[in-house]
């Protein structure tokens, strides 16, 4: 199983302040990885597909680079509403797993 | 509308069994891949099972195989997990999720359905 680590587990920002969360999976997955949003009793919200591509309706300000291993999901400027949890989700092999999530919280 | 809506979900003791429905609308569900996903009270995202649009292809975690049996019926637009032998660490939030294209990332979800068991 691709075991993916997320860092920090939590990260303390402002809004306005730029958010840069991390994904590291075990083995290489090359592009195969997704970024979710989820807030309080809400689903999961697809931000960013295949490392890179905004999913549809997502704002500018979320932008998601790597491959291989590494991964990172960048918010430029933080919003209110940004502050959420934040998974990766790695669908190489089966089964399809997903970090531990990175809660960003208001500082 | 884009629509996923689960129902099913409630409190069951421990070995028992339990239907998940996830009714599906605003897109053509009959060629999407269709998963199931769980978080358990506190934790992160699990999947679950996935199902293709013909029912040719079906996987589960680990955990639950040979427990769990996901199911379709196209012509009512509905998914379906059947879970039996049910396990207190079983209990979650279930979601359904569809796959973009492709076999891409879980773009649409539903709101989710709660299942608790215990004694």
């Known amino acids: 199983e691709i075991v993916l680590t997320q860092s920090p587990a939590t990260l303390s920002l402002s809004p306005g302040e730029r958010g840069t969360l991390s994904c590291r999976a075990s083995?290489?997955?090359?592009?195969?990885l997704a970024w979710y949003q989820q807030k309080p009793g809400q689903a999961p919200r697809l931000l960013i597909d295949?490392?890179?591509n905004r999913a549809t309706g997502i704002p500018a300000r979320f932008s998601g680079s790597g491959s291989g291993t590494d991964f990172t999901l960048t918010i430029s400027s933080l919003e209110p509403e940004d502050f959420a949890v934040y998974y990766c989700?790695?669908?190489?092999?089966?089964?399809?797993?997903f970090g531990q999530g990175t809660r960003l919280e208001i500082k | 509308e884009v629509q996923l809506l689960e129902s099913g979900g409630g409190l069951v003791q421990p070995g028992g069994s339990l239907r998940l429905s996830c009714a599906a609308s605003?897109?053509?569900?009959?060629?999407?891949?269709m998963n199931w996903v769980r978080q358990a009270p506190g934790k992160g995202l699990e999947w679950v099972s996935v199902?293709?649009?013909?029912?040719?292809?079906?996987n589960y975690v680990d955990s639950v195989k040979g427990r769990f049996t996901v199911s379709r019926d196209n012509s009512q637009n509905t998914l379906f997990l059947q879970m039996s032998s049910l396990r207190v660490e079983d209990t979650a939030v279930y979601y359904c999720?569809?796959?973009?294209?492709?076999?891409?990332?879980?773009?649409?979800w539903g709101q989710g359905t709660a299942v608790t068991v215990s004694s």
């Open positions: 999720a569809s796959r973009g294209p492709n076999w891409g990332a879980f773009d649409i």
């Open positions: 605003g897109f053509t569900f009959g060629i999407s891949v």
């Open positions: 199902i293709d649009g013909g029912s040719n292809y079906v």
């Open positions: 083995q290489n997955i090359n592009t195969a």
């Open positions: 295949v490392a890179s």
């Open positions: 989700q790695q669908r190489s092999d089966w089964p399809i797993t």
